[in-house]
């Protein structure tokens, strides 16, 4: 059944995983290299975006809230409602890191608040 916003409700994983994430002007952000489950609420955290570096070398993975994410389908591309720098200022972290069992709670929380603070 789709979204208010014409978007299928359910998507699967790995059609996430690789896709281009753009900010309002059209601009290439990085990937989505991952997603980050909260396994006690049945619900995605965030997405993890990769940007900065070159083949994989110094690749920042920044943590960006899965509401955040609009995906849109003639760009084939999510779309978030940040600036670069705003990315760029964001809670990152090696991809590792970020997924490791000890490091979700800290980071989601981090995010939570830094994202919270952007809209």
Do not use: C
């Not at 995983?17 to 609420?41: M, P, Q, R």
């Amino acid at each position: 059944m789709p979204t208010a916003t014409g978007h299928t409700a359910v998507i699967r994983a790995k059609k996430v995983i690789g896709t281009t994430v753009k900010n309002s002007a059209g601009e290439k952000i990085g990937t989505v290299e991952d997603i980050v489950l909260d396994k006690l609420s049945n619900n995605i955290v965030y997405a993890v975006v990769g940007f900065g570096g070159f083949l994989g070398v110094n690749e920042k993975f920044h943590p960006v809230p899965w509401s955040a994410l609009d995906y849109n389908e003639g760009e084939d591309s999510y779309v978030v409602p940040f600036t670069k720098e705003q990315l760029q200022a964001a809670p990152a972290d090696s991809l590792e890191a970020l997924t490791k069992a000890d490091g979700v709670t800290g980071y989601q929380q981090r995010v939570t608040d830094y994202y919270s603070r952007k809209h």
